[in-house]
Nanobody, 121 residues
Framework: QVQLVESGGGSVQAGGSLRLSCAAS????????MGWVRQAPGKEREMVAG?????????IYADSVKGRFTISRDNSKNTLYLQMNNLKPEDTAIYYC?????????????WGQGTQVTVFS
């Protein structure tokens, strides 16, 4: 059974940083694609970052976070990270960790429960 458990959310002032973590179990961690999807109230969900399997080695980012967010994975810890710098109020959302066989199928994959990120000005 796939389990994805997010942590690291919180409240931060604009310009600050947070690092989200996602502890994964029940998946072939190095072989699966993973990502972070966010959803803000009244807005559509948005794939902010995705990372392919190690054998493919591709990262993707939404234009809204390029240059500010970095996705990474530690296969020894079965953990996915999202380093978020220079946070803006519009980054406020629930952030979900997702996993699937490929980046293109992340929305249809497994989801964690989410962690709230609030950025205040």
């Amino acid at each position: 059974q796939v389990q994805l458990v997010e942590s690291g959310g919180g409240s931060v002032q604009a310009g600050g940083s947070l690092r989200l973590s996602c502890a994964a179990s029940g998946i072939n961690f190095g072989s699966d694609a993973m990502g972070w999807v966010r959803q803000a109230p009244g807005k559509e969900r948005e794939m902010v970052a995705g990372i392919s399997s190690d054998s493919i080695g591709i990262d993707i980012y939404a234009d809204s976070v390029k240059g500010r967010f970095t996705i990474s994975r530690d296969n020894s810890k079965n953990t996915l990270y999202l380093q978020m710098n220079n946070l803006k109020p519009e980054d406020t959302a629930i952030y979900y960790c997702v996993a699937a066989h490929s980046i293109v199928s992340l929305y249809e994959g497994s989801w964690g429960q989410g962690t709230q990120v609030t950025v205040f000005s």
